[in-house]
């Protein structure tokens, strides 16, 4: 009678420090109120070992990771034209998100997994200064 209980008890005292991950969903649109071609939300603050669905809600989106915008431990993502991406985020850091066919229209986000700020050199490369304008205003959020 008392053993069931036991168990139960001790599930919880082992687990109940453990987290557990969250999911979060990101839309990929041709547009957003006066904005065209847009991530929404185009800002993420996560934990490590979240995971976030990029969903193409338009034809014509994918999602994929910007090479030199990520940590160098993680790795990198791409999905397909119109297909969604399901991308468990393990690495801390900030990460730059791009719709490829989009990126030179400022269609971009930014990812930061954990309690961080972005690099330096984050902004380093060759950005598009649509794209430019916006991780710069993303990144006003951390």
């Not at 999911?23 to 490590?48: C, H, S, T, W, Y």
């Not at 034209?81 to 930014?110: L, N, R, S, W």
Request: charged share 25%.
């Amino acid at each position: 009678m008392f053993r069931p209980l036991i168990s139960a008890l001790a599930l919880i005292v082992l687990t109940g420090g453990a987290s557990y991950a969250e999911e979060f969903e990101v839309r990929m649109l041709n547009k957003n109120g006066d904005d065209r071609m847009v991530f929404e939300p185009d800002f993420l603050q996560i934990a490590a070992g979240d995971t976030v669905h990029f969903i193409p809600t338009d034809k014509g989106h994918n999602a994929e990771s910007i090479t030199g915008m990520a940590p160098e431990d993680s790795t990198p993502f791409q999905g397909k034209i119109g297909k969604q991406v399901d991308v468990t985020f393990d690495t801390e850091g900030v990460y730059g998100v791009e719709c490829k066919p989009h990126f030179a229209m400022g269609m971009v986000m930014t990812i930061a997994v954990g309690d961080v700020s972005a690099p330096d050199d984050f902004l380093a490369g060759r950005i598009p200064p649509k794209a430019k304008a916006r991780f710069e205003a993303q990144l006003g959020s951390l």
